[in-house]
């Protein structure tokens, strides 16, 4: 059903313009969006059982990676950002930097996050 | 206003040629982007500071308040220690389960777009059922369900092991995270069973594919949400 582009109407058209109607993933990507998902959180909760990888350097920020590669996922593909108008990107990704700079901030605000040694 | 001339799915014309509807949903998800911000450095700052249990990763003896296990206690025997109170293996389920919940949104969502499509001659029973938004849309608020259902077990299993949002600071910033989490959840499946309502009374369309992109954002936005949440709760230690 998904896999064919819909027929390019004058209603369809004029929907396009106004933000409701876009090209979207067919049912095989959303398919292999969603297998792709389970097996980023698959490894995620194996690691987690993983004492010796647990213990090391790398544990936290392979764990933020892939959580942040299913975050970028999700939103790209399920909520179709990728496809859809600059204006709805800038109004999602404006806010979650500002987001994201408060969390670090605050972090380092209250020695959570340091740089260098103490003095 | 001449509205009464637009085309019935059309809208009066905007300054950005957008729908106000739609920005308004993306301005509100950023803004929530904030509010989840705020929770989860709240969070990540009281994280380790606590000084009683239970803790989320740690054994914990109430007897001696150290974190590890009571004096004559090992994980073979256990008379006071209080255990770590996350549940993986739970929560990890709950996970899969709302990440499938927003497969299943869009392919409502597809649905619905594609409804005044003709099937192909003798569709099989996958086109038909990939054509269903009635199933889908259930489908949905089903996983939605289920996963506040988790969430109502992990919460009583976590009072009965004696963490309350007043037991400590990992109890109090938890409770308000993951609380404020299962709220929106909540709200998203009223707002799914709202659309099935619909659904079943009159039909949805393609004239009605942008109120369930909408609410498709909505979920999948409180699904990314989530993502965040089970790594920097759950798994990070």
């Known amino acids: 059903m998904a896999d064919h582009p819909p027929p390019e109407t004058t209603e369809h058209a004029d929907l396009t313009a106004m933000g409701e109607v876009h090209e979207h993933p067919t049912w ?18 194996w690691a987690y059982y993983v004492p010796a990888f647990v213990a090391s350097r790398g544990f936290v920020p392979t764990l933020l990676i892939m959580s942040a590669v299913k975050f970028a996922i999700v939103v790209m593909f399920y909520m179709h950002l990728r496809y859809d108008h600059r204006l709805f990107r800038a109004l999602f990704t ?14 380092f605000l209250f020695a959570k996050l340091t740089i260098g040694a103490h003095g | 206003m001449a509205t009464a001339a637009l085309p019935h799915s059309a809208h009066p014309a905007t300054t950005t040629g957008l729908d106000h509807r739609k920005v308004a949903i993306w301005a509100f998800i950023g803004s929530e982007c904030m509010l989840f911000a705020s929770l989860i450095s709240t969070y990540l700052i009281y994280k380790g500071r606590s000084v009683t249990g239970p803790f989320p990763h740690e054994w914990y003896c109430p007897d001696t308040h150290v974190p590890t296990f009571c004096p004559g206690e090992s994980a073979g025997h256990i008379v006071h220690s209080m255990k770590p109170i996350l549940n993986i293996p739970v929560t990890s ?3 899969f389960v709302l990440l499938m919940s927003s497969l299943a949104m869009v392919l409502a969502l597809a649905a619905v777009e594609n409804k005044d499509k003709p099937l192909p001659p003798n569709p099989g029973l996958g086109t038909r059922i990939l054509s269903s938004s009635k199933l889908w849309l259930l489908m949905t608020a089903a996983m939605g369900t289920t996963f506040l259902g988790y969430q109502a ?4 299993s976590f009072v009965h092991e004696g963490l309350t949002i007043r037991s400590n600071l990992f109890g109090s910033s938890f409770f308000t995270l993951t609380g404020f989490h299962g709220a929106h959840v909540t709200a998203g499946v009223l707002w799914l069973l709202t659309l099935l309502a619909i659904d079943v009374k009159r039909g949805l369309g393609p004239k009605d594919a942008l109120i369930v992109d909408i609410s498709a954002l ?4 409180v699904d990314v949400v989530w993502i965040a949440i089970f790594t920097l709760v759950y798994l990070i230690r």
């Open chain 1, 28 to 45: 095989k990507q959303y398919k292999w969006v969603a297998l792709i998902l389970t097996l980023i959180t698959v490894f995620e909760v």
């Open chain 1, 94 to 107: 404006g806010p979650l930097i500002i987001a994201m700079a408060t969390i670090i901030s605050l972090l």
């Open chain 2, 93 to 95: 389920q709950s996970t």
């Open chain 2, 153 to 156: 077990f992990e919460f009583t």
């Open chain 2, 218 to 221: 909505y979920w999948h936005f």
